[in-house]
């Protein structure tokens, strides 16, 4: 399977968007989703997956016109729920005490009416799971940034804590072997200019 991250917005970096409503692609990401597709193309696939965020489906449009795909759309992929801290910006969260423990301690912590990473990677898991007896050509699946690396550090069994010492760039591509009841990380990370 191919887990891809969507491509950059306007608000990256700045905004913790989460499930925030009408978040779309700027002009660099669409650079960037058409960058990754022209790569996902000479690799082939069999299924196309995304979460139902707009920025994720964008990309995904993307990568299926160029594949010749149509898109599922799996709740399974969806951003994790931040809660009250949704729309806010990183550096109005930065003295906040929930926030850091969040940032410190994934794995006992939740944001504030939203969801727990633990929660997140469960249901990513779960569909990763389901998907890992399928036979023919890889999957992608388009999803966000802290969703991937949650699946990735249950493929590895690490803490979720260990979180930050993975790198999911904007319209980047990890690749993920798979099988029941195990799988390997086959590549991490990988992207190509626009």
Not at 13 to 28: D, H, K, N, Q, Y
Not at 31 to 50: I, K, N, Q, S, V
Not at 71 to 95: C, K, N, P, S, V
């Amino acid at each position: 399977m191919i887990l891809v991250r969507h491509a950059s917005h306007d608000r990256l970096g700045r905004i913790l968007c989460g499930r925030m409503p009408g978040v779309s692609l700027s002009e660099e990401g669409r650079a960037e989703a058409g960058a990754l597709a022209r790569l996902l193309a000479a690799c082939g696939a069999g299924r196309l997956l995304a979460s139902p965020l707009a920025r994720a489906q964008e990309t995904a449009a993307t990568i299926a016109e160029n594949l010749n795909l149509s898109i599922e759309t799996a709740a399974e992929l969806d951003e994790i729920d931040f809660g009250a801290w949704t729309g806010r910006a990183f550096q109005d969260l930065a003295d906040d005490p929930a926030w850091m423990a969040w940032n410190t301690a994934r794995s006992d912590t939740r944001p504030p009416g939203g969801e727990s990473m633990g929660e997140a990677q469960g249901r990513a898991g779960g569909l990763l799971d389901r998907l890992a007896g399928e036979e023919g050509p890889p999957a992608i699946l388009v999803s966000h940034g802290d969703v991937i690396r949650a699946a990735i550090l249950r493929l590895l069994g690490l803490s979720l804590d260990a979180y930050d010492s993975l790198v999911v760039d904007p319209a980047s591509r990890s690749e993920v072997a798979l099988w029941p009841g195990g799988g390997r990380l086959v590549s991490l990370n990988e992207r190509c200019a626009p």
